[in-house]
């Protein structure tokens, strides 16, 4: 916007002018940079929940899946994309409405994040603002600082490519200390799902086996009943200002590691591993202008990754893929299976559409009940079996995209 006035005032009679309007800009700009709440301002409001970013920027536009998931079946968190720059982590439950795990703030993102920093500001302006990093990790280039209410990461060398911000709460000892007294009378594991002060970010488990995480307060608890040990409270580094008698609570392990820490390096270890196989097992279009990766997983099923050439940026991420054929080199029809939340009674639907990678748009052509099946594409018009049916849809593709006839 400085640009903008600044163009705007070569017009002018001469410098003085263009200064007066330059400082009057700059005036205004600050004291609506001062009056605005930031995003981070308004979610910690809502407890920094899924429920409160949706009020506040509608439905994200793309939902990712943690390459995490690929090796154990099920991830914890899920991401979900805002096209404006954000990158969201979510955990995968729905106790405390789908709690934010981080918020990731990428180098397209325009406007304040928080203590007047934004994309535009350096590494070097962090660390004169918050001083040496509580973290660092120089393979990656990332530090990382410990402020009250939030941990921040910051990626980059001199520029920040992103930043990385976790929402924590401190750690309740004097509400966990209760917790264990009254499971200590009564030997009820149940207190530890029903009468707690807190609320968990996740909770996990099977047959008698439950994991209760508490990460963004620092602590988890693991409960496997019929063991000798039935409960484990796992409580990571920062409880030192508390005076705790471990002997009285047996129950109580300390790791020394800061699992904020290590959470944000689990997560760019996903985007190491998406990076990597689609360097190694990414398939390119005809032509070689998009790169697209195959994955599958038990939990989430067949889908597909879409890339630039190189593989370093990300395009889309389309899921329940049945089918897919490229039409030409920057357009991907595909089906995808739509299935209900109650498969008894839902219907289960089959969608056609196409994917412009150029664009990054997306054009729903049809659906069906009876599974679909591609037979030709290249001339003009898309051609299919859907159970008994035969259908030809016509559709063109021009400077403004997918348009169908």
Known sequence: ????????????????HSGLQQETYRKDHHQMQQQEETLIEQLAKGDFTRKSL???????????????????????????????????????????????VSITFQNHYQGIIMDNIDMSTTIKQLEDRYGPPDFHDETR???????????????????????????????D??????????????????????????AYDYMSGESSYSHLSCLSQGF?????EGKKETVKVTLYKGIEAYDIDLTAYPEIQVM??????????????????????????????????????????????????????????????????????????????YVREEVPQDEM??????????????????????????????ISWDDGYIKYTSGDDIGAIKYNLNEEGVSLE
């Not at 090796?71 to 995968?92: F, W």
Request: charged share 25%; hydrophobic share 35%.
């Open 141 to 171: 280039h990332l530090i990382g600082y410990h402020l009250k209410g939030y941990y921040i990461f910051a990626r980059g060398i001199q520029a920040l490519d992103s930043l990385t911000i976790y929402p924590v709460t401190d750690f």
């Open 54 to 100: 949706i009020h506040l920027l509608g439905e994200s536009d793309d939902f990712l899946i943690r390459a995490s998931e690929l090796q154990l079946g099920a991830s914890k968190q899920h991401d979900e994309v805002y096209l404006i720059g954000l990158l969201v982590s979510y955990s995968n439950d729905s106790v405390d409405d789908n709690r934010i």
């Open 1 to 16: 916007m400085l640009i903008v006035v600044l163009m705007s005032c070569t017009a002018c009679s001469g410098r003085e």
């Open 173 to 198: 000892w004097y509400g966990m200390k209760s917790v264990l007294d009254k499971y200590h009378e009564t030997e009820d594991v149940n207190i530890f799902f029903d009468d707690v002060p807190w």
């Open 220 to 224: 988890t608890i693991d409960i496997n």
């Open 256 to 333: 020394e590691k800061d699992p904020i820490f290590s959470q944000e390096i689990c997560r760019l270890v996903d985007e190491e591993v998406y990076q990597h196989r689609v360097k190694y097992e990414g398939h390119y279009s005809p032509y070689g202008k998009v790169k697209l990766l195959e994955l599958f997983s038990l939990h989430s099923g067949n889908f597909i990754r879409l890339y630039s050439p190189d593989g370093k940026v990300f395009y889309k991420e389309l899921h329940d893929i049945c089918a897919y054929e490229w039409i030409g080199d920057e357009y991907l029809l």
């Open 345 to 374: 009674t839902g219907i289960r639907r089959y969608i056609m559409g196409i994917y412009d990678c150029h664009r990054q748009e997306n054009t729903n052509i049809d659906m069906k009940e009876q599974p679909i099946e591609l």
